[in-house]
């Protein structure tokens, strides 16, 4: 994986205190010219309630799903739960032996019942551990609806994704229509470590479930983590994107999950650093990252130093921030301006939220103006009554952001 690092500044001022903030650029290798891809592991977890039926949308992700097993390969393992206030197990996870059953049985899924998100996702779960190679399993849950039999808390939820992907299992998943929980789907894509897509209408769920096959028949990187190691010059360490990270001896790790051929993703570190007393070249942080490559599983590591140049204060004064680095903060700044929008919609208050996107609009001016657009875009959506619309699409933001660098999203 080639790696990359950048500072907004590289020079401190002696005896004062200071920000750094470091971008960090990866690039997933491509997949070697001729190799077999691993084999692929897919735990398809599929509300069937009653509100499946409106508009088509059993019918159409049952389309999206017997697509999915058409660009399986046999050696490939598939598995289907489907979950109203029951959960049944209608395709047990395994080699895809026999696609024409396997196709019939995802075809005779009835809509029915109420909204048990908790148990589908935990017996999905269980049937893609089971199932699972050595290249891990990809489980993918598509729902329209709010949970509300079960476990519904959306930090319960994130922690099953979470625990799940620790065993090797990645989580996406599909919202469809605008009536589902954008909040509890968000945080069981963001524990699993995997993407979560708003579809609005039923054709888009398909082409959700079709983009996260392609991604993972291209994956070339897995179970990425970066271990963030300040010096004791260090005082603090922030992590911008919206990734789970937990303190460790010596540093914080963040999980980085998985990553497509030629993948390219940015991650932004601020360190708050001390006054420093003598001049000359500091070492602030260690970077290693860490991951396994396929389809050969074999474990890398990647180590780079960090480093700031220590100056007399006038010297530091005449500085100039790197603008790419700047422009990146200003970007992972306004997703975090967009969950903060959908929080205060969840909540009623539609006032807050507007100015919240507001103030972002107005820091990315003349900075970044795509991303300005799509800021202002939301802001409209809620602004003509579209507040569902615009939630959903905040969260969809916000979380694909955390993990890919993309415009317009």
Known sequence: MHVNAHLDIDLVAVEQTDQVTVMLELLAPEAPAGAERAAACVQAVLDRSGSMQERDRLAAARTALMALVDRLDPRDAFGLVVFDHEVDVVVPAGPLTDKAAVKAAIAAVPPRGGTNLSAGLLRGVQEARRAAGPGGATLLLVSD???????????????????????????????????????????????GQGEHVFAEEADAAGAAVAGEVEGLLSKTVQAASLLIRPTGDVASVQLYNDLPAHAVDGGVMAELGDLWAGEERKLLLGLTVPAIATLGVAQIAELELRYVTLPDLSEQTVTLPISVNVVPGDQAAGRIADPRVRTELLFQQAQEAKRRAADAIARGDHREAMAVLGEAGDRLAGVDDAERQVVLGLASELATGSARRAAKTARMQQARAARKRGRGM
Do not use: F, K
């Open 145 to 191: 609806g709010m949970a509300n039999q079960g476990v519904t808390e959306p930090e319960r939820l994130e922690a099953v994704a979470a625990t799940a992907h620790r065993a090797g299992v990645t989580v996406s998943t599909v919202g469809i229509g605008l009536g589902y929980d954008e909040t509890v789907l968000a945080a069981v894509a963001r524990g």
